[in-house]
C-alpha cells in the first residue's frame, strides 16, 4: 500500500520529457507519484494546489459514478418486477460498456485536442489518456492564457461518468420489451459515437462553442443526448403490450417498487453534487455556490412537480415528485455557472410543471416510455437550455454587457445561440439514435417475443427471476 | 463546463466591494471563480489552504445529504408497505421544502450575524448568503482574532443539510396515519422557525453559546429539536388504530422491510461522516481523530444495543441493533470534539442500551413512535448532552484547567449547562411543535380518516400504491 | 460546532512533546486541532499539502466504509428472504464488532512500528493511535528519507475500513444456516487476530515486504482472507439443507431480490475507488491514474463474466455480470501502482472469466456458498496477486530493470514471490478460519438445527421476520 515517494526530479521537470521516453507516457501510477517530488513540497504551493484541483475533480467523478445505482433503482423500482433484473443487469452492462467505449474511441472523438477534426483522433483512445498524466506546473505555464490544471487521467475519469450517465438514460425508456443482445449494442455505439460527437461540438471546442452556446454541465449534452435516444428507441421499439387498450387508451403500469425508485431520485440528488460542482473542473469558491444552486433547482423542481401533478391528477403523484426533483437538476446543468438564485428558482420551478406535462403528453401521443426519461432528461434538458438563454446573468461570448440584476437583461443573441444548439443536438441524436434502432429492428436484434415480454424478461432473457418465490407474488403481471 | 479564469483582481481585493456593487451579491458561481486569481497561486499559500477548508465542508455537506436516502430508507423499512410511498414523498418534500424554508427564512433566524437579534433578520434569507461568497485572505484578515475560513454558500449548504435532517426525523413517528398535506406544513415550519430558534441559541451565538453550553455536531440542536418534536407529533396524532388493543396492551406491527431499514442505517453511518467531522468546519488534523471516535461511538452504540435486546426481548433484536448504532452516533455528536476515546466509549455504549430501553418503555405507555424516532434522537440526543457534561476532558469556557485524564475531574459547572440547555431545548420544541400539531388538528389537516388508514396512505394520500401488484403479498394490512 | 483556533504554538513545535505530557496522547480532537496553528499559514505550503493528505485519506475511508451497505445489499439479495434479516444484521455487527476488535488488539498486530515483533504490541490498541496525531512538518522532517504524511488516527480509520471489509466477506458464504453466536465469534477473532497478522506480514513491514511481494490495495491481504475464511466457513459448516439432493447436484437457490443485490454492485464499485486509490495514502497525481484503471478492471471483468455465463450457462447472467465486475475490482487491487492499461484489461478480463468457472465448479464438488464469496475474493484475489507478477511494469525490488514497454519482460522472481505469498495467505488464513470454526462446531455454537434453518434465521434467531406478512409471498421456502 505505502509507496514511498523517491525525491529527485524537480518542480518544472515533471513533465513531458519522461513520458514520451517510455513511448505512451508512463508505464504505471507509480511512475507519475514519482516524477512529483513531493519532499519539496516547501516552496512549492502551485503544486498544493494543482493536486487539490485533481484530487477534487477524481471525487467529483466518483460521485457522478454514484448516479450509477441512482439510475439503476429508479428505473428498476418504476418498472414490473418481473423485468428488475433485467434492467440492472443493462445498467451494470451501460457502466462496464460504456467506460470501455469511451476509453477506446469516445474520449477520442470527444475532445479532439490539438487536431483540427475528431474523424482522425479515435486512435487517441486509451494511449490518449495516459500521456498527460502530470501537469506542467512551472512558473511559466501557470501564468500562461490557456493554463489547465487536471491532468489527462482525471479528465477521462470524470469524463467516462458522464458518458456512463448519458448511456444510461434510455435502458428506462425501452423497459420490459427489449432484447438484451441490442441494448449492448446500443450502449457501445452511444458512448462510442453519439454522445462524444455531440460533446465535442461544446466542451471539445467545436461549433457550438464557437458559437457561444453555453452548456455548463450538461443539460444539452448529456441529458439532452441520453433523452432524445429514449425518445427514439421507445418508438422504434413500440409501447409495451400491456400499455395501450384497443382505443389507444394508455393504462397505468404502476412500478413494482416506489421506495427503490425513490431511494434512487435521492442517489441522483447526491450524485448531481458531482455532476454540477466538479464541472467547474478545478477546486475554487464558485463550487459552493453551484452547489447552494443546484439544491435550490432540484428543490423547486420538486415542489413545483408536486404541486403540479396534485392539481392535474388530483393527488400529489409520488413519481412525479421525484421526477420533478430530476427536472430540476437536469434543467440547471446548462447555466448553474452563469444564473442567480433567482434565474435558478424559475429554472427548476418551470422544469417541475413540464415534466408533469410532458409525461402525461407523451402518454396520450401513444409512446410509452416507461419511466419517463425522454421527458425528465429530453424535455426539461432543452428547457434548461433556452433558461439559460432566458436567465444568464451575463453573456460573455455574444459580448453584452454583464448584467446588475438578477436576470439577463441583453439581447436575443445568446437566447438564439441556445434554441439552435438543443434543435442540433436534439435532430442529430433523434436521427443517429433512431438509425440505430431501426438497424437493430430490421436485423431482428430490438424486440422480444410477445411471449417472452408477457413471461417478463429475468427469466427469458436472462434465465433466473429477479425475485425468490418468497418474495414475487404473482409471477406474471402484465 | 471548462471556464477559463480571468486574472487581474488581486489577493487582496478579492472581496466585498465587488459585491456590493451589483447589490445583492456575485450574479453567478462565476462571477466568483473569477474574483481568485489562480494564476497568482505563486506565493498564495493561505489561499490554498482556504480554498481546502471550502471544498472539504462542501464535500461534508454532500456526506450529510446522503443521511436523506437513509433516514428515508429507515422510515420506510420499518412501517408498513402500504404506506411505503407515502413515506418516501415525505422524506423527498422534507429536503425539497426544507431547503427552500431554510434559505428564505431559517438561515437568517438561525445566523443573527450583526444584528441584535433574530427578528429582524429573516429577511436577510437567499439574499443574505449571496453575499459572501468570497473570504478576505489578506495577511491582516488571516492573522485577526474572528478570521473564519468559510465563505457563505458553503457555510449555507452545509447548514441546510442539517436543516433537512432535523426536519426528516419527525416523519417516522407519525407514519402511517398523517394527512400529506398536514405534513407539508409541518415540515415548512420547524425548516423555517423551530429549527433555526434552537440553533441560533448555540451556533447563533445565543445564550446558550455565552452560558458554555457545549453542542459540537448537534446532539441537542439537530436530534433534540427532531426527536422532541416527533414525540409531540406522535402524542398529538394518536396511535395507529391497530397498535394497542382493547387492553392498551401494544402489537408487534413490524416493519415491512429490515434489509431496506438497515442499508438506510449503514447509509446513515456514512453521512455521519460529514455530520460530525464536517462540524470542524475546517479541514485539519482534528478531523480524522472525530471520524475516529464517531466509528467508535456508533459500535458502541450497535454492540451495546444488541446485547440489551437479547437480555430484554430474548433474541438479538436486529432493528434494535441498527437503532443502537444510530443512538451511539446522536450521542456522540455534543462532545466528540472534547472526548477522549473512553468517554465515547461510554457516551455510545450508554445509548445503546437507553435507546432500547426507551423504545420500549415508550411503547408502553401508549404512545406510538413507528421507527423509534423520539427514542434515538431525543432521548439519545439528551444523554449525549449530558455525556458532555460527564465525559468532556476540558471545559474550557467554565474555566476549568484542562484535564490530564481521559475523563474529565472538574465540577459540576459544565454538567449543568448542558442539563439546562437540554431541558430548554426539550421544552421549547415539545411546546412549539406540540402547538404547532395541535393547530393542524383542530384545522382537520392532521389525522386522516380510518377508513384511509387502513387502506393505506400510499391509495389514499397520492392514489397508486407503492408497490405494484407483482410484489404486493396482502393488499390491506393492519 | 465552530471552534476557534488558537494560535502560538509554530510549526516545529506541534508534535510530541504536547502528547507525551498528557500521556496517552492528546485528550481530545480539539487539543490536535489547536496545535495547528492555521492563521500562520502564511509560509506553510508544506502543512497545506499534509493536512490534504490527511483529508483526502479520511475520504478515502469514508468511501470504503461505504462498501458495507455495499455487500449487505449484495448477500442479502442473493440469499432467500427468510433469512435477510439476519444477513443485514451480521453485516451491521461486523461493522460493529470489527472496528472496536481492530482498534483494541488487531491494529496493534498489524502495524507493529517500532517494536521488533507483533505479539508484543498488542497493548498499542486504543491507546496506540491517539499517540501520533500530528505529523511533524519541520523542514528537517519533511526532506528526511522515511517522511509519511498521515497522522495515526487518520491511518487506523482508514485500515479499520479494510478489516471490517475483510470480516464482511464470510457472511454471505455461510448464510442461512449459521448460528448468530457463532458468527459473532468468527467476526471478533478475523478483525482481532487472523486479518491483522496476514496485514502485519506486508503493509506492517514484515517478511512478505522484505520479500518483495507486491499488494498494493489487497487483493491478498484483504480478499484472500475473506475469500478463505469464507472457504473453510462454508466447508466446516456444510451445505444448505436444500442445496443437494440426494445424488449430490446441486439446486439452484436463488436470490431473493436481484436489485438489491445489484444495487450492491454499483455500491461497492463507488467504494472501490476509496479503497484502491486511497491506497496511495497520499494526495498525489497517480490517485486518478489509479481510479481509471479501477474503473477498466470492473468494466473488462463484468463485460468478461458476462460472455462467460453466457456460454457456459447459455444466457447472459445478472448475478455472475455483478459478480465479475467485483471479480476485476478484487484481481486488480494487487497491482493497480504498478501495471499499465493494458496488463490491467488483461487482469480484470480473466478474473471475469475465472469467477465464473470457479462458482459453477465449487458448486460441483459439493461446497455451498451462497453468494459465492470464495470465488470472488478467494480466486480472484489469488489471480491479482500472479497478475502482478505477470503483468507489471516494474519490479523495484527484485531489481529488475524497468520495462519500457506495456508488460512486464523480466525474469520470474517477482511471480515467484506473488505465488509464495498468495500461498502463504491462504494456507494460514484456510487453517487459521478452519480450525476457529471447527472449535465453534465442536462447542455447538456454529450450526442451527434443521427446523430452524427451514423455518428461517430472521424468525428464529432475532425473533422477528426480515419481511412483513404484506411483502412476504411465501412464509417458508426451502
Known sequence: MRSKVVAGVGLTGLVWAALTAIGIGPASAQDVADAYDRSAAVGAEAMNMVVLDNIFIFLSGVLVFLMQP????????LTRAKNAANIMMKNIMDLCIGVLAFAVIGWGIAYPGTFNGWVGTAGLGIAGFFEGALVDISPEALVSDDFYPLAVPVDFFFQAAFAAA????????????????????????????????????????GWLD????????GSGLVHMTGGFAALAGAMVIGPRI???????????????????????????????????PGSQLQADMAVPIIAVLTAFAAA???????????????????????????AGLVAICSGVGEMSWLGTLLTGAVAGVVVVLAVLGIERI????????????????????????????????????????????????????????????????FAAAGALFLGLKSAGLLRVSPEHEMAGLDLTEHGSPGYGPDILAAATTV
Open 70 to 77: 441512482g439510475f439503476a433503482l429508479v428505473e428498476a423500482g
Open 166 to 205: 448519458a448511456a444510461t438514460i434510455v435502458s428506462g425508456a425501452v423497459a420490459g420489451r427489449t432484447k438484451f443482445i441490442g441494448y449492448l449494442c446500443y450502449s457501445a455505439v452511444i458512448t462510442a459515437f453519439i454522445y462524444p460527437i455531440v460533446v465535442s461540438w461544446k466542451w471539445g471546442a
Open 210 to 217: 464557437e458559437a457561444g452556446f453555453i452548456d455548463f454541465a
Open 242 to 276: 400491456a400499455k395501450f387498450d384497443n382505443d389507444g387508451k394508455a393504462r397505468a403500469l404502476p412500478g413494482h417498487s416506489i421506495p427503490l425508485a425513490m431511494a434512487g431520485v435521492l442517489l441522483l440528488f447526491i450524485g448531481w453534487f458531482g455532476f454540477n
Open 300 to 326: 423547486a423542481g420538486g415542489s413545483a412537480a408536486m404541486v403540479t401533478s396534485w392539481i392535474t391528477m388530483r393527488k400529489p403523484d409520488v413519481s412525479m415528485a421525484g421526477n420533478g426533483v430530476l
Open 366 to 429: 401513444g409512446i410509452d416510455d416507461p419511466v419517463g426519461a425522454f421527458s425528465v432528461h429530453g424535455v426539461c434538458g432543452f428547457w434548461g437550455l433556452l433558461a439559460t438563454g432566458l436567465f444568464a446573468t451575463t453573456s460573455p461570448i455574444n459580448g453584452a454587457e454583464e448584467s446588475a440584476g438578477l436576470l439577463y437583461g441583453g439581447g436575443a443573441g445568446l437566447f438564439l445561440d441556445q434554441l439552435v444548439g438543443g434543435v442540433a443536438i436534439a435532430v442529430f441524436v
